[in-house]
Antibody
Framework: QVQLQESGPGLVKPSQTLSLTCTVS??????????WSWIRQHPGKGLEWIGY???????YYNPSLKSRVTISVDTSKNQFSLKLSSVTAADTAVYYC??????????WGQGTLVTVSS | DIQMTQSPSSLSASVGDRVTITCQAS??????LNWYQQKPGKAPKLLIY???NLETGVPSRFSGSGSGTDFTFTISSLQPEDIATYYC?????????FGQGTRLEIK
């Protein structure tokens, strides 16, 4: 059973870069067949899909965030990462990592709250 | 982007009731529609995929139907543990998009 765990700072200053890592266990990112996504949820709000990466390194980013987002993969550590630059208070959210084959997000991390504040 | 519109935004029902949530896509998405359950403080959980297929281990009181632009999610007999927020999500086109959610409460 694939398990995912987010990690990273819970507090980021405005204008800085938010950096999170998702560690995958119970399966190998490099085995292929799965895509690895980031999703966020603003406090008390709905879900916003940020983007995905495939083990080969190919990515797709939500156009609404594309100019500020980078998702990368480290197959040697079985991890993938999210960087979101030039953050503002509007980027305060719970950030989830998840996996999917086509579009079914069938495994999720527990989520990590990132607050943007000085 | 494809817009997903759920209704109602909140719903109060009694244990044993049949509960129905609808989701409408802004364009034809065939059956590329999933339903998730999210309990407070937890990650969403996939319940239904491809509009009508029950994810492994999900109780059979949950079901989904529809294709094209109009979809329905049903709980045949509401249980106390079903209190949660439910989301639809399309994956016909990137970016994936979600409905705004339906908060389900016990009356």
């Amino acid at each position: 059973q694939v398990q995912l765990q987010e990690s990273g700072p819970g507090l980021v200053k405005p204008s800085q870069t938010l950096s999170l890592t998702c560690t995958v266990s119970g399966g190998s990112i490099s085995s292929g067949g799965y895509y690895w996504s980031w999703i966020r949820q603003h406090p008390g709000k709905g879900l916003e899909w940020i983007g995905y990466i495939y083990y080969s390194g190919s990515t797709y980013y939500n156009p609404s965030l594309k100019s500020r987002v980078t998702i990368s993969v480290d197959t040697s550590k079985n991890q993938f990462s999210l960087k979101l630059s030039s953050v503002t208070a509007a980027d305060t959210a719970v950030y989830y990592c998840a996996s999917h084959t086509r579009g079914q997000l069938d495994h999720w991390g527990q989520g990590t709250l990132v607050t943007v504040s000085s | 982007d494809i817009q997903m519109t759920q209704s109602p935004s909140s719903l109060s029902a009694s244990v044993g009731d049949r509960v129905t949530i609808t989701c409408q896509a802004s364009q034809d998405i065939s059956n590329y529609l999933n339903w998730y359950q999210q309990k407070p403080g937890k990650a969403p959980k996939l319940l239904i995929y491809d509009a009508s297929n029950l994810e492994t281990g999900v109780p059979s009181r949950f079901s989904g139907s529809g294709s094209g632009t109009d979809f329905t999610f049903t709980i045949s007999s509401l249980q106390p543990e079903d209190i949660a927020t439910y989301y639809c999500q399309q994956y016909d086109n990137l970016p994936f998009t979600f409905g705004q959610g339906t908060r389900l409460e016990i009356k």
